[in-house]
């Protein structure tokens, strides 16, 4: 069975997404363990709440170096929400500006919108060759956020959504995937996608 380890560094409501990982059909483990993390098949970054909240839980775990390292060895990874944000170089919130884990260039500021947060059930508009939407194109996906990146990463497959103005909703990088919105809140869409990150593991060869 494909094994999966989401990274404990803190975040709240992490068990959500062990369950949800668990339903797509992997042995998951929570865990800031380095030795388990290397040993997994896949890793999965959660993030809750701000941006420089999520970076130092990630630094007092090690964790920055290891998402870069996966990253470079091309290795299955999985970012949700502050999860993907944090991929980015750089974050805005409230005038502070926080270095991310800097996987991607750009910066993650306030949602262009009269109403935040963006909370609630949206369309996404991916790309045909999307691996990460096959099968859910045409499904809603449950966002929970005030912040967003804006500009798409070179090279990079760029699923979007809108929210007063247009936003990434996620990045297919090779091996390296991530979603501005909850997998494991998006009812049976979220499982079928991360059925589909589980089923990009065989596919996805170091440094595609």
Known sequence: ?????????GAGNVRSAVRAVAAAGAEVTLTADHDVINDSDGLLVPGVGAFSAVMAGLENVGGVE???TRHEQGRPLLGICVG???FFARGHEHGVE???IGLWPGAVTALAATVVPHMGWSQVSAPEDSE????IRDDRFYFVHSYAAGDPPAGTTVTTARHGGEFIAAVEDGTTWAAQFH???SAEAGVRLLRNWLGSFAAQTPGS
């Open 66 to 68: 290891l998402i870069r």
């Open 183 to 185: 997998p494991e809140k």
């Open 98 to 100: 926080t270095e991310g």
């Open 132 to 135: 990460m939407f096959a099968g």
């Open 84 to 86: 993907l944000q944090v």
């Open 1 to 9: 069975m494909t094994s999966v380890a989401v990274l404990d560094y």
